[in-house]
C-alpha cells in the first residue's frame, strides 16, 4: 500500500522562530507532491504543488522541498505567526493508483504544529 | 460563494439511524472528491465524480455508503444504518478538470459525524 509518513508528529515553537517539517513517501511512480494546511475545523487548504521535476517551491514564508530520489519532502515555515498554529499535511498524487483518471491522493497523518506567543 | 460548501456542519446520529450529507462545489467545478478524516488521521478517498459519472468508489467502507451526484453538481453522500466507527469528519473536494493528478482540489469545511 503506498504510504506518507510524516514527522515529527507534532511540534511547539515560539512565535517568530522556524521550522522544519518532514515527509517521506513510498508511492511510486508519483506526478506530484503537495502540502496542505488545515486549520482546526476547517478544510486542507493547498500551500504548494510539486511535481516529480522540481526541487523546490515557496508560497510566502511556507518553502517546500523534493528530492525524489530519497522519496523525501521537507516543508520550511520561517518567521513563525501564531496564525500558522495547524496541521500540515503532505499528500502524494499517483493518478495510476486508482481508476477512473482520479486524482489519486495518500494523505500522511499530518504534523499539529503550534505555535506559542 | 466562491468556495466549497458542506451542510449540516455537525451531524450526531443515534446508531441505526440513516445520514445524509451535502456537498455544493465550486460552481462550473468537473470533478468532486469524498473524503473521510479520522480524528488524528489524513483524508482517507472515499469516491469520484467526473460531472454526474461516479468513476471510482473503491474507498466506500461498505455497502452502507452510497453517493450520488445527478446533475453533475451537488452531491450527496449518504449512509445507511450508521455505526460508531462511521465517526469522523467527512470532506467534500472539488478541481476544475477532470482528474489527472496535477489539479489542485479545494476543500469544504467538512462535516464532523458522531454516532452515538
Known amino acids: 500500500k503506498n504510504q506518507v509518513e510524516q514527522s515529527p508528529q507534532s511540534l511547539i515553537i515560539l512565535e517568530g522562530k522556524n521550522c522544519t517539517l518532514q515527509?517521506?513517501?513510498?508511492?511510486?511512480?508519483?506526478?506530484?507532491l503537495r502540502w496542505y494546511k488545515q486549520d482546526t475545523g476547517r478544510g486542507p487548504v493547498s500551500l504548494t504543488i510539486m511535481t516529480f521535476s522540481e526541487n523546490t517551491k515557496s508560497n510566502g514564508r511556507y518553502t517546500a522541498t523534493l528530492d525524489a530520489d530519497t522519496k523525501q519532502s521537507s516543508l520550511h515555515i520561517t518567521a513563525s505567526q501564531l496564525s500558522d498554529s495547524a496541521s500540515y499535511i503532505c499528500v502524494v498524487s499517483d493518478p495510476l493508483w486508482r481508476g477512473g483518471g482520479a486524482d489519486g491522493l495518500t494523505f500522511g497523518k499530518g504534523t499539529h504544529l503550534i505555535i506559542q506567543p | 460563494g466562491a468556495g466549497v460548501s458542506q451542510s449540516p456542519r455537525y451531524k450526531v446520529a443515534k446508531r441505526g439511524q440513516d445520514v445524509a450529507l451535502r456537498c455544493d462545489p465550486i460552481?462550473?467545478?468537473?470533478?468532486l472528491f469524498w473524503y473521510q478524516q479520522a480524528l488524528g488521521q489524513g483524508p482517507e478517498f472515499l469516491t469520484y465524480?467526473?460531472?454526474?459519472?461516479?468513476?471510482?468508489k473503491s474507498g466506500l467502507p461498505s455497502d452502507r455508503f452510497f453517493a450520488e451526484r445527478p446533475e453533475g453538481s451537488v452531491s450527496t453522500l449518504k449512509i445507511q444504518r450508521t455505526q460508531q466507527e462511521d465517526s469522523a469528519v467527512y470532506l467534500c473536494?472539488?478541481?476544475?478538470?477532470?482528474?489527472?493528478?496535477?489539479?489542485?482540489?479545494?476543500f469544504g469545511p467538512g462535516t464532523r459525524l458522531t454516532v452515538l
Open positions: 515527509c517521506n513517501y513510498t508511492v511510486s511512480p508519483f506526478s506530484n
Open positions: 460552481s462550473g467545478h468537473v470533478s
Open positions: 473536494a472539488s478541481s476544475a478538470h477532470h482528474g489527472t493528478g496535477y489539479n489542485e482540489q479545494f
Open positions: 465524480f467526473q460531472n454526474e459519472a461516479q468513476l471510482d
